[in-house]
């Protein structure tokens, strides 16, 4: 599956974004999918994950209560809405698709199970 991220910019801390992820999978209705991110020098890190059927999210520690993620699967489309953004936020931010449908567990998802990722859109937050 091919994803395309977008909604990434420069924001002053404080600020909102609403990045979103398009697949091209027919049955993107059927997977989980999650936002990951990778900042300045840092390994990449878990963002936020959400079941198939958009029923069930998990978040990080460091971003619960700021960041929500949805999906809309008529559009095939997963989003992470990001408010109270943080310089500590600043980062590429990737999507990625789980590759087992229909997932009952979705915080425990193996990172190697996610096998299609985005290319990543860039969040600046400014101080």
């Known amino acids: 599956v091919q994803l395309q991220a977008s909604g990434g910019g420069l924001v002053q801390a404080g600020g909102s974004l609403r990045l979103s992820c398009a697949a091209s999978r027919r049955t993107f209705s059927s997977y989980g999918m999650a936002w990951f991110r990778q900042g300045p020098g840092k390994e990449r890190e878990f963002v936020a994950v959400i079941s198939w059927s958009g029923g069930t999210t998990y978040y990080a520690e460091s971003v619960k209560g700021r960041f929500t993620i949805s999906r809309d699967n008529a559009k095939n489309t997963v989003y992470l809405q990001m408010n109270s953004l943080k310089p500590e936020d600043t980062a590429v931010y990737y999507c990625?698709?789980?590759?087992?449908?229909?997932?009952?567990?979705?915080?425990?998802?193996?990172?190697?199970?996610?096998?299609?990722w985005g290319q990543g859109t860039l969040v600046t937050v400014s101080s």
């Open positions: 990625a698709a789980d590759r087992i449908p229909v997932r009952k567990e979705v915080a425990r998802t193996p990172l190697a199970d996610f096998g299609s």
